[in-house]
Nanobody, 124 residues
Framework: QVQLVESGGGLVQVGGSLRLSCTAS????????TAWFRQAPGKEREFVGV????????YYADSVTGRFTISRDNDRNTLYLQMSSLKPEDSAVYYC?????????????????WGQGTQVTVSS
């Protein structure tokens, strides 16, 4: 069983930066795609971005393009989300996720493995 554990969340001021990490443990971790999603109170879980585990190809939601960067360290089985120029609307619980297969990248239901989430709060 694969387990994903996020860390790095916290309180940051508008315009600040934060880096989230997501480390996988358990059986051999070899997904096709790993991603970050977020969920604010009263809202649906929202796609943030993805990175292919082998090639490192990335794709982002329009709302974070140019401000967020996803990377991964395959040797450490760790996924990162570097967030900069943070806005109040970026406040949410951030989740990492992993999936296999060529299913839709943005659809959360296609992801079999999820972390427990880490809270990010951007104060104005």
């Amino acid at each position: 069983q694969v387990q994903l554990v996020e860390s790095g969340g916290g309180l940051v001021q508008v315009g600040g930066s934060l880096r989230l990490s997501c480390t996988a443990s358990g059986r051999t971790f070899s997904p096709s795609t790993t991603a970050w999603f977020r969920q604010a109170p009263g809202k649906e879980r929202e796609f943030v971005g993805v990175i292919s585990w082998i090639g490192g190809h990335t794709y982002y939601a329009d709302s974070v393009t140019g401000r967020f960067t996803i990377s991964r360290d395959n040797d450490r089985n760790t996924l990162y989300l570097q967030m900069s120029s943070l806005k109040p609307e970026d406040s949410a619980v951030y989740y990492c996720a992993a999936k296999m297969g060529p299913t839709s990248l943005k659809d959360a239901t296609n992801y079999a493995h999820w972390g427990q989430g880490t809270q990010v709060t951007v104060s104005s």
